[in-house]
């Protein structure tokens, strides 16, 4: 006959490692997830191009018009997010907000890439860009570091 108080010690003790490690990878998911930075503007690019910077801090409604087509992105508590557009698919209004640094929205048939960055602007100042994301050329500069705009 077998002992039948070890197998209950083992079964416990099994069961008290299963638990411990289960609470052990919800701990590291909780504080992984957690330190995600808010970001602190939109970037827009079309053609890979940077043609403006949105503050996350203020409410802004930005129509967003180039030789592709019509976009229209909300800036509201914080975070960011495409309301309209007049592509075929009209997938990047289903992508949900934009508030954390890293996060993004892209409409492929406009060519167009939103991201959420950082906290803090290196380059940004007071800079105004008066033809905005829709103008003639579609913005942008041939230098990847030159900013066409930042709205604060």
């Keep these: 006959m077998r002992d039948r108080g070890g197998n209950i010690k083992r079964d416990?003790?099994?069961?008290?490692?299963?638990?411990?490690?289960?609470?052990?990878i919800s701990l590291v998911m909780f504080f992984r997830g957690s330190s995600r930075k808010e970001a602190g503007y939109a970037v827009i690019r079309v053609d890979g191009k940077e043609v403006a910077r949105y503050d996350l801090g203020r409410d802004a409604s930005v129509p967003i018009d180039t030789a592709y087509g019509h976009n229209l992105l909300?800036?509201?508590?914080?975070?960011?997010?495409?309301?309209?557009?007049?592509?075929?698919?009209?997938?990047?209004m289903g992508q949900g907000a934009i508030r954390s640094a890293g996060d993004v929205i892209v409409c492929?048939?406009?060519?167009?890439?939103?991201?959420a960055a950082g906290e803090t602007q290196k380059r940004a100042g007071n800079l105004e860009n008066p033809e905005g994301p829709g103008s003639p050329d579609g913005g942008g500069t041939s230098d990847p570091d030159e900013v066409d705009a930042v709205a604060r």
């Design 74 to 92: 909300v800036i509201r508590d914080g975070e960011a997010k495409m309301e309209e557009a007049d592509c075929p698919d009209g997938y990047c």
């Design 12 to 24: 416990l003790a099994l069961i008290s490692g299963l638990l411990a490690a289960a609470l052990l």
């Design 108 to 115: 492929l048939p406009h060519r167009l890439v939103i991201e």
